[in-house]
């Protein structure tokens, strides 16, 4: 199921280190003169700025001329950037960028589109679990619910690993763990009741962002009733 939520993508800030001759880096505007059509990447640089389905033909048409947008300053890099060349992961706070923390600046942010985290004391004690393989790799485990009548599931991520195990049996259903998941099993076992309680919270945001699929769970549950009563 797909819906419209977009992510503020300029709440978080990530610093990389790559060679300026690196043949897989591009000019954004440059890149977008060559690939496709005339005046996209202003079009893009001002849809980071307004809401552009909702400006009238004269507002666009003046944005188009005055706005000052930055699509100019935007590269594109075509290849996979090595966690080694990250070198700073920042978050807006006020005015200023600070240092990336996942409890002042990424929980809140992570619960609102659906990521239901444990809390900081139980991520605390799965961190030993899965080393970080980076300066900027934390060991995270949550809950998100693509279908609310699907069975409660948990995704682990961290020590450059990120799988998913169904929450009630502990089975490896995606992704490729380490070697240590016996003890990340045991860890979901003595944490099972939070994580079902993650799992409760990423199904109402589910249902938040798509009420359609409550009303139709509750027509199917009171039909069910309806013919159990007849």
Not at 29 to 55: H, Q
Not at 64 to 73: L, P, V, W
């Amino acid at each position: 199921m797909k819906n419209e939520v977009m992510a503020d993508k300029t709440a978080i800030r990530i610093t990389v280190d790559l060679d300026d001759d690196d043949p897989l880096l591009h000019s954004f505007v440059e890149w977008s003169k060559e690939n496709e059509r005339p005046g996209y990447a202003k079009t893009i640089g001002l849809s980071a700025l307004y809401d552009l389905r909702s400006l009238s033909d004269a507002e666009l048409k003046r944005a188009y001329k005055k706005a000052q947008t930055k699509e100019g300053t935007w590269w594109l890099y075509f290849g996979e950037v090595a966690p080694s060349s990250i070198t700073r992961v920042a978050a807006i706070s006020g005015s200023a960028f600070v240092p990336y923390s996942f409890e002042s600046h990424g929980r809140k942010t992570f619960r609102q589109y659906g990521f239901s985290a444990v809390g900081p004391e139980s991520l605390a004690s799965l961190a030993p679990l899965l080393p970080s393989a980076h300066a900027f790799d934390v060991a995270k485990a949550f809950c998100i619910c693509a279908d609310a009548g699907a069975r409660s599931t948990v995704v682990v991520r961290g020590g450059g690993y990120q799988f998913e195990l169904d929450l009630q049996t502990g089975r490896l259903l995606k992704g490729d763990a380490p070697e240590n998941l016996a003890a990340i099993v045991e860890w979901i076992r003595r944490h099972e009741s939070e994580l079902a309680a993650c799992w409760t919270d990423s199904v109402e945001v589910f249902h938040h962002y798509y009420p359609d699929q409550r009303r139709m769970e509750n027509q199917l549950a009171d039909a069910d009733a309806l013919n159990g009563r007849m």
